[in-house]
């Protein structure tokens, strides 16, 4: 270390030090080394084209990891794979070798490459291109999207070889106008995936119909594409791989990729009240941990999980760390900063002018800003895939990387906190879709029918594809004659839908401090929290106030302000259960899964003090009721157990487990934690005893609750485990909820509830 | 399990998302079933026209007596069967301003117009054109936009034969596109407005979508006539709509006409109903727009064959006299087009096309006359109290770089500098003006610096 300026010569003399300073390491749960990796090499293939042998090597790739090997193998064997290796294990080469193998062998073949975002199309173009020119190979390749200008749109049309672009322009733009397509569609060869995990919930399930609808025009041009998929770490790669293309898929694992030492602190913050079991906030460890790191001149990546917390985290990380070497810069970024302002912080990070950002799991997906060397997670992800694809941000080939998981005191993030091997022996989430979601699938059949008429005994997805198509013709879209049925309607239906649920519904936020300007959005369901009146909306930093919300117009009118609290809301809901599919019964608790009407409406908001989070007041909202039809899962607790308890109790109870199983149950739903809602009623309408239910927050249901539905009594057990471990005396946030919520006996009425209905518990 | 329509119902209710997708609903009640196809009317039909054979057929049974009041019969060919509309004109027929027959006087003055096609088009010849207008049932050329009606027009020996052909459901299409793709092999100029854009990449869809495969009908030349329509009248027309247009510059007009953007909620109850009576007034509407064609056709042609002031009136406004110059001018008429500067040039007082045309003339270093029409423009400027300086600057442009007298390009300078801050205090002085005002200020200074020189 040099004396004079406290900084050391690398990381690893850092955390050296950091393990002999108790004030940090008495709040230390677990310290995971993970050893440096090895990288596992296969010779190129036999067969690879000399002129993209010769590209490699110029690139400096002289032999492939293993990964990449097999997946070039499976592919000319005609299988469709799907490729899962973590961050920067080389995982585009995969995919690339294959095409840039076809297309050297007959320049006529065709490729698509999708990918969920723009701004990860473009720096795909930008690695082609490369690689291409290194082959002295006419291989053209082109993004097509929104900002394509429509002067090289036809060029790209008709000579494009590769043409990179998403699926929401392949969904508006390229299946409903095929025919100006029929050179890519006659000779396609590949279609390529990346960053599957992204296709999830209502999102993947749009998407995986638009690929039904990519299949069926392929078919009608006589091609028969192979799929090429990549993802990030889940559970279920192959499944929803299949799921997603409709097709089998060869899952592509053996990472050969070295990596170096990595470093995993789980780190939770110090207890400040024994007696409500409240700790110090997570923000402010975070932002101390941070600071450190970025003093050390190291850079570092912080996420956060909302919005607000990033702007939070920003603005005490720029005052505590006021000089950077270099005049380097913090910055802030997330979803609602302009792409433009997004493009500038990715290259600064790349370059190295930025050395610390903070972030939501926005710059979680492969946006590429290079490797960083340390990672602070502000609160657990939600998700061991999302934990790990965050903390894949520090890492490089060779050297060292540190990861921090800041604990914050909900109770999942207790639980992942207290139980480090569960989150480090446990296979990361599912990604789950439901492509068959009536609502989605009936949308994507008018688009396909709108593409080309549907023909009797053609199947789209798992409902009866004739009952659809009659229901459309009764809605007087579609048109029957003889055993075909045809679009007949003036409208262009993919222009009425949005593959990203509310994406179209985005409230533009605008300041109006001086003169006017949008700085930035957040979609319709945010809204009702996030920018009602009154309420501090920060943005890079600055708190502004909303002034006027035009709910119709999805305006919001906000101005500069410097106040010392941060805003918070509340919602109030309704639920009521129309339709039961599934019944289970375990030990004495009756399941039940189906469809259910909820109405949830933004009653107050409240004030909260910055650094301390005390309560500094409150006001109402007015915004109209949002009424939602979806499906759910609930189970019922006995009459005799509600007898036993009596009514205030079991309310006490049922809150407290409610809240416990609403943190653990992204545990097995790899899901945004807002995508799943939990609603206790002690004496519910429906079942006629006290009952919790859960419901899918999208119409129609996107298969959350089913999962959670099957996955019942682990998740009972999960809870009733979480309860007995925690260390708190009669409830705190970490478990049931703090004792202002569920009372002074919460935490045992809770834990009574469960033991009582036990079901193969130890 | 509740059926499919009854989930629908409740999860459009959560989804607030509105019945029928946004389509339009044709008999506005909606929800109800089709009704019961009529009875064919069996017999109670006159036979087909006899000698079209063609169009006769003697297996399927006799049309709905609606069908034949609107001169509709049966065409079946080796891709199915539709119905098909004949109508014909003597060439002698007067169109608004026009006779069918001036076609033939200046048809082949029309290859200037043309584009697309293969190479450079040779002179048309009337009878090898083809006049081409859709009605669709959408807008824009998606794969779900379906032509339910093509109507083509030509001609042939003494007439001018318009065909509409019309598909009584979508599975017709094939036969309508088959009797077209017959009708475009024999003649390769293809004649619409708005088609290069519209009804032919519309059209190439369908053939692909109907299993024609991409080269069933080779590219034509276009002659399409929105683009000169566009040239010549953007400035002086309210609107380029074809009805706008024939009815200010063709003389036509139209009487009951059902407006293009009603035809396809009149096919969609077609669709419904199966009453062939409303579809009356498309097909009408439909012929006047082959007419229209065929009488654009005439104006262009006759504009490219020196018929102005003997075939086609003198426009009365002379920003038209300005437009139709230019426009011959690109066109190669060049002489046409310098009789109509000249006649502008003579003109007393100036006007607006002052400057375009002296940009033409500066263009093609006609400085004579660019110099006059820019000291007419600055004199008018500076009398009238126009608010620009634009000739001046011209002016002050041309003394110095090419007359190289300073002290005169100094002069209209100042001059310019005079009118912009005259104009600066009119309106809102913005960041455009002040830009304007600066660049006056530099040429001002090097000008001063240049004629200071001179003197000394």
Redesign the interface.
Known sequence: MNRLTGKFDNLDEWLNDLRSRPEIMNNVTHWETIPAREAVYAPLPRGLHPKLEAALRAKGIDRLYSHQASAFEAVLAGRNIVTVTPTASGKTLCYNLPVLQALLEDNSVRALYLFPTKALAQDQVAELQQLADLMEADIKTHTYDGDTPPTVRQAIRNAGHIVVTNPDMLHAAILPHHTKWVKLFENVKYIVLDELHAYRGVFGSHVANVIRRLRRICRFYGSNPIFLCASATIDNPGEHAERLIGDKVQVIDNNGAPSGEKHFIFYNPPVVNQQLGIRRSSVLETQRLAAMLLRQGVQTIVFARSRVRVEILLTYLQDAVKQLPGGKQIRGYRGGYLPKQRREIERGLRNGEILGVVSTNALELGIDIGQLQACVINGYPGTIASTWQQSGRAGRRHGTAVTFLVASSNPLDQYVIQNPEFFLNRPPERALIHPDNLLILIDHVKCAAYELPFEKGETFGGEKLEDMLEFLVEEQVLHRVKDRWYWMAQSFPANNISLRSAAQENFVIIDITNGSRVIGEVDRFSAPTLIHEEAIYIHEGVQYQVEKLDYPEKKAYVREVSVDYFTDANMAVELKVLHVDREKESGGIVRQYGEVMVNARPTIFKKIRLRTHENIGSGPIHLPEEELHTSGYWFSFSEEAAARLGTNAMQSALLGIANVLIHIAPLYLMCDPFDIRVYPQVKSVHMKRPTIYFYDRYPGGIGLSERLFELHDELLERARQLIRGCTCLSGCPACVGPIEEVGLLGKSQALQLLEETAVGAP | ??S??E??N????????Q????????NGT??G?PECRQPDAAGAVPAPEAGDLRHADSVSPALDPAWTALGVTRLVNEAGECLVRRVDYPLDHRHGFHRLDELDECAHALAALCSGGNGPAPAPEAERILFLDLET????????N?PFMTGIGYVEGDRFVIEQTLIR???EERAMLEELRVKLAERPYLATYNGRTFDW?LL???F??NGFG?SAAAEPWHLDFLHPSRSIWRNTLASLRLSHVEEERLGIVRSGDVPGSMA??IY?RF??DEDPEPLGGVFRHNELDMLSLACLAIRFGRLLSGGLGRHVPLPEEDEELLRTGLWLDRMGCAEEAEALFERLAGRETAGPWCLPLAARDKKCGNWRRAVLLWQKAALAAERQGWASGEAHIELSMYYEHRAKDYKQALRYASAALELAARRASLGRFDAKKRAEQDAIRRRIERLTKKAGRIEA
Do not use: C, E, N
């Open positions: 399990m509740s499919l329509r989930r629908m409740r999860l459009r209710g959560s989804a607030g998302a019945p029928g997708g946004g389509g339009a609903s044709p909606g929800g079933q049932t959408g807008l824009g050329v998606g794969a779900g379906v459901h979508p599975a990449p190439k869809g369908r692909i979508m991409r396809p909620a969609f669709l419904q």
